[in-house]
Nanobody, 124 residues
Framework: QLQLVESGGGLVQPGGSLRLSCATS????????IGWFRRAPGKGREGVSC????????YYADSVKGRFTVFSDNAKKTLYLQMNSLKPEDTAVYYC?????????????????WGQGTQVTVSS
């Protein structure tokens, strides 16, 4: 069973940066769609960035375009989210996900798994 473990969250000042990591138990990431989602206080889960298998296409939510970058290291079987120019509205629990098919637009993961989440707080 696929397992995902996030790390790298924390408290950062507005304008700062954080890099989230998501270690997976996958044999290879090549056959999975992978992505990051978040749940802000009092809101539903939203898709932040999703990548189709083998990097065919990359989606970013409008709210993070130009500030966040998703990438993976297949040798380490790890997914990353580099977050720059952080804003207070980026405060949320961030989740990684991987599956045969995932969608940021409708927040769905098919035949895959979610991580347990890592808290990111942007505050002065």
């Amino acid at each position: 069973q696929l397992q995902l473990v996030e790390s790298g969250g924390g408290l950062v000042q507005p304008g700062g940066s954080l890099r989230l990591s998501c270690a997976t138990s996958a044999f290879t990431l090549d056959y999975y769609d992978i992505g990051w989602f978040r749940r802000a206080p009092g809101k539903g889960r939203e898709g932040v960035s999703c990548v189709t298998s083998r990097g065919g296409s990359i989606y970013y939510a409008d709210s993070v375009k130009g500030r966040f970058t998703v990438f993976s290291d297949n040798a380490k079987k790890t997914l990353y989210l580099q977050m720059n120019s952080l804003k207070p509205e980026d405060t949320a629990v961030y989740y990684c996900a991987a599956g045969r098919s995932i969608s940021c637009r409708v927040v769905s993961v098919f035949d895959g798994a979610w991580g347990q989440g890592t808290q990111v707080t942007v505050s002065s």
